[in-house]
């Protein structure tokens, strides 16, 4: 894993953390200032494969703890 990707699983658990369990996908996106928004959606999509979050819709993902 590339430390992008890293970084953005990071900030997914950071706000997990603060928010609770739905997370605004353009949070992330605004977090991640410097990274391409392309890799924090592939980041996401892994992260679903995984089984760790679940998109509620277009603009929001749930984390599955």
Do not use: C
Not at 10 to 17: Q, T
Not at 49 to 60: A, M, R, T
């Amino acid at each position: 894993m590339d430390n992008n990707k890293a970084r953005v699983r990071k900030i997914i658990i950071k706000l997990g953390k603060e928010q609770g369990e739905v997370i605004p996908i353009s949070e992330i996106v605004l977090l991640a200032e410097e990274i391409d928004e392309k890799i924090v959606m592939e980041t996401i999509d892994e992260l679903e494969q995984d089984g760790f979050v679940s998109y509620l819709n277009k603009e929001s993902i749930e984390l599955n703890m």
